[in-house]
């Protein structure tokens, strides 16, 4: 790792002997018609643990999701991410040790680059000086910076139903509590979609019925999430990306269309292909998991899904710093 350059443009050195581990949620964004500002933290977590080392070495180790195709050295998006906010601080690193435990799935629309991001640079805020150290609103800031947009880092950061919006070059956000009756249940199918690709299908331009149609129904996804969970199905119906997208994740997309013919809330999370159904209560979540099971057994045999009921973190990323 060379720190030279770091050196040379006058950054102040971590102390060494410091370990931070972060622990962030999974997240899905849009929610049917959200499009780049609604996300919601699942109860589904990645965990990485940072050490400040006394030398220049990078010691990376990297369990479950992705262990055997991610790099282990700088170009890895955590080291990135670090890098980016230690200088946005004012500081460089020596020596690291970074261990992570990945549990969300790579490429599924859940998240996972978003994770790494926040917990890079939540683990890299927590390691400077308590005087230099910055809030969440800057958390989010960067993180959105790196990432492009913030439907994604806004849930992981605050945890909940994150509503987001962009000013100019700033990113902002706020959090709203979700019904207790709201259980998000996604299916996950054994192929991934990259979000670049998936936003490649998108058309310049909407029409003005469409996004009349979908801001509307954007308003009552808000109210049915946080007050009225009987109005998700209506509450879900999307004008602006999912029919376009469709064509790269036709399993997906028929999944999704069975599920909403039989009643149930669902959705492609972020830019897919994991399926999300926003189920009203227990009975309609345990209905959702044999729907999908049976649905996916008998139409799609050759695609392996692991379907999971999951909870809404609503705590965000929590960070744990130790000093030797």
Do not use: C
């Not at 690193?93 to 790579?106: D, E, I, M, S, Y």
């Not at 690709?197 to 999430?225: C, D, F, Q």
Request: hydrophobic content about 45%; overall charge negative; proline content about 5%.
């Amino acid at each position: 790792m060379d720190t030279t350059s770091q050196a040379a443009v006058g950054l102040h050195l971590i102390e060494p002997g410091q370990r931070v581990t972060v622990r962030v949620p999974a997240t899905s964004a849009n929610l049917g018609p959200g499009y780049d500002s609604l996300g919601l933290a699942l109860a589904l977590h990645d965990t990485l643990t940072v050490e400040s080392l006394d030398t220049d070495e990078l010691l990376f180790e990297l369990h479950g999701e992705g262990a055997e195709t991610l790099p282990r050295d700088a170009s890895h998006l955590v080291i990135r991410a670090m890098d980016a906010a230690f200088g946005r601080l004012g500081y460089r690193h020596g020596g690291l040790k970074v261990t992570a435990q990945n549990v969300n799935p790579h490429g599924r629309g859940l998240g996972s680059s978003a994770s790494a991001v926040v917990a890079a640079v939540s683990a890299a805020n927590a390691m400077v000086p308590a005087g230099s150290r910055r809030g969440k609103d800057w958390i989010l800031q960067l993180t959105s910076e790196i990432e492009g947009h913030p439907d994604n880092v806004a849930p992981a950061i605050f945890g909940g139903l994150a509503l987001s919006w962009q000013d100019s070059e700033q990113y902002s956000s706020t959090s709203a509590t979700v019904a207790g009756d709201v259980i998000p249940v996604v299916a996950v199918p054994d192929f991934e979609l990259s979000t670049e690709a998936a936003r490649a299908l998108l058309p310049v331009s909407v029409g003005h019925h469409a996004a009349a149609m979908n801001s509307g129904r954007a308003a009552l996804l808000i109210h049915a999430l946080t007050q009225k969970p009987e109005y998700l199905l209506p509450g879900t119906e999307d004008y602006l990306h999912q029919s376009y997208r469709a064509e790269a994740m036709r399993p997906s997309a028929a999944l999704i269309g069975a599920l909403r013919k039989s009643g149930f809330a669902a959705v492609v999370s972020g830019a897919g292909p994991t399926v999300l159904v926003l189920a009203n209560g227990a009975a309609q979540a345990g209905d959702a998991v044999a729907f999908i099971e049976s649905f996916t057994a008998n139409n799609t045999p050759d695609i392996g899904w692991r379907v999971l009921k999951l909870a809404v973190d609503v705590e965000g990323a929590k960070v744990d710093l130790h000093r030797r």
